[in-house]
Nanobody, 116 residues
Framework: QVQLVASGGGLVQPGGSLRLSCATS????????MSWYRQAPGKEREFVAI????????NYADSVKGRFTISRDNAKNTVYLQMNSLKPEDTAVYYC?????????WGQGTQVTVSS
C-alpha cells in the first residue's frame, strides 16, 4: 500500500525558510520520480517541483525557481522541499506526489503560512 506522509509546514515570516519532508512507503522509492504541488485558498492545485529517479535531475515552477530546492534521500525513502526567501504568495497547502504503475498518489498535505 503506497503511503505518502508530508510534514514540516508551519507559520513563517516573509523572507524566512522551511523544509518540508515527505516520508513514503509501499513502493520502491528509488525508482520513481517525486513531485511537490501546492494549493492556495480559492485556487487550483499547482505544480511546484519534481525530481527524477534515475539521475536526480530537477525542474521547478517559475514562481519558485532560485528559492526552492527539491531533493531526495533514497536510503530514507523521503523527498524534501527546502523553501527559502518565502513570500506571502507561497501560502498554501503543500502536497507530495508520485505516480506508481499508472496510479497517482498524494500525501495528506502540510500547511505553509507566510505572514508577518
Amino acid at each position: 500500500q503506497v503511503q505518502l506522509v508530508a510534514s514540516g509546514g508551519g507559520l513563517v515570516q516573509p523572507g524566512g525558510s522551511l523544509r518540508l519532508s515527505c516520508a513514503t512507503s509501499g513502493f520502491t522509492f528509488s525508482t520513481y520520480a517525486m513531485s511537490w504541488y501546492r494549493q492556495a485558498p480559492g485556487k487550483e492545485r499547482e505544480f511546484v517541483a519534481i525530481i527524477t529517479s534515475f539521475d536526480g535531475s530537477t525542474n521547478y515552477a517559475d514562481s519558485v525557481k532560485g528559492r526552492f530546492t527539491i531533493s531526495r534521500d533514497n536510503a530514507k525513502n523521503t523527498v524534501y522541499l527546502q523553501m527559502n526567501s518565502l513570500k506571502p504568495e507561497d501560502t498554501a497547502v503543500y502536497y507530495c506526489n508520485t505516480k506508481v504503475r499508472g496510479t497517482t498518489y498524494w500525501g495528506q498535505g502540510t500547511q505553509v503560512t507566510v505572514s508577518s
